[in-house]
């Protein structure tokens, strides 16, 4: 499903003190935007993983928000996934002008959001946000894309704003922790 755009005021310069009408999408998981015109993409990230991706050379800039790091057998290009996110969002910024080559990537999520309980230590396996970071970073250097910050595997979920035209990223953290299961004592 396409990111719905929706109207919104975005302070875009602080220097001269202009306001900008710009368009905005929320992405959900499984959802990639891109654009040449100044557009704000905003989602929420617990274990899922965002790459927002700018081309300084001709000002395109987009973003993905994938859930799992490999696609099913049944749906091999899955914009879900990680590597189906990545190709689906380099794909729609090409298509704009972007150059792979110039093109600089931020790195978001992959969090622990969730209280676990405890487990013993054979079952000590990495957490599914561990293990999506994990695999976009080895995409993005398969893809040899350069990769300017990372914000990843915290305790908390975040938001992210990003604008198109500059490439920057704004991010809050986001109290998402969910105990899975409750104590005697919290009933």
Known sequence: MPAIPEPVT???????????????SFLHPGEVFASATPH???TILGSC???C????MSSVGGMNHFAIPHAPASDPQSTRAAAGALKALLARMESLGARRQ??????FGGNSVLSLPERNDEENRPYVGQVNVAVARIL???Y?????RELVMRPHGMMLKMVTATGDVWVRPVNTVRP????AAEK
Not at 10 to 24: C, I, N, R
Request: charged share 15%; aromatic share 4%.
């Open 10 to 24: 975005l302070f875009l310069s602080p220097e001269s003190g202009l306001e900008q009408h710009v368009s905005s």
């Open 180 to 183: 899975l299961r409750h104590t």
């Open 53 to 56: 991706l700018f081309d300084p």
């Open 140 to 142: 993005l250097a398969e």
């Open 144 to 148: 040899r894309l350069q990769v300017v």
């Open 102 to 107: 110039t093109i600089q990537v931020k790195l």
């Open 40 to 42: 704000v993409i905003t």
């Open 49 to 51: 993983v965002a790459m």
